[in-house]
């Protein structure tokens, strides 16, 4: 008795969108695209693509003994480019815990929503919620961290009246000095 094969190969082509995607056949990891899976099986089977950045997308091939069956496809985008302007250009962008940079910020994210956060020593951070609805350009404008102060006392008994410097910038009070500074380590 000749045995003849009882199944097929399945060529996963490249193309821009599915490069990188992770392939599943009947709801299995084989690999990631583009690839050949040799020996599978004769017979329908449901191939789907999974891609960040990208709608998932399922499609049913037939693979027949001894033939190669070449698959195309491209996956359709789910993520929109976006900038972020903090009103601070020194205040830091933080995206869902994850830090972007400082004052301006814009990259593509999936659609869906953010916080976003913006962060700046002895402030108080501020935060808003992003929705990305649709593929189209966002823009997003941030508030800015606000300010936290205490209250500085300085006196001094001999001599009675110095100057009174803080971070190196002289200040136009001398003592005994009493001004509210921005809360945080000062020289």
């Not at 919620?129 to 006196?155: C, M, Q, W």
Request: net charge negative.
């Amino acid at each position: 008795i000749e045995l003849r094969p009882a199944f097929g190969a399945l060529k996963v082509l490249s193309s821009p969108s599915l490069d990188g995607a992770t392939i599943y056949i009947d709801k299995t990891q084989v690999g990631k695209a583009p690839m050949t899976i040799e020996r599978l099986a004769s017979g329908e089977h449901k191939v789907g693509f999974v891609k960040a950045m990208y709608k998932s997308y399922e499609t049913t091939v037939t693979i027949s003994d001894e033939q190669t069956f070449e698959l195309s496809a491209d996956l359709q985008p789910n993520f929109a480019p976006i900038t972020l302007t903090a009103a601070d250009n020194e205040c830091e962008i933080w995206i869902n815990d994850q830090n972007k940079g400082k004052g301006r910020w814009s990259g593509n994210l999936e659609i869906g929503s953010y916080n976003v956060v913006c962060k700046k020593v002895g402030h108080r951070n501020s935060q808003r919620t992003v929705d990305i609805l649709s593929t189209h350009a966002n823009e997003f404008d941030l508030p800015a961290p606000l300010p936290i102060y205490g209250r500085l006392k300085v006196e001094c008994n001999d001599p009675i009246i110095a100057d009174v410097t803080i971070d190196g910038v002289k200040q136009s009070e001398q003592t005994p000095f009493d001004k509210m500074v921005l809360v945080g380590e000062h020289k």
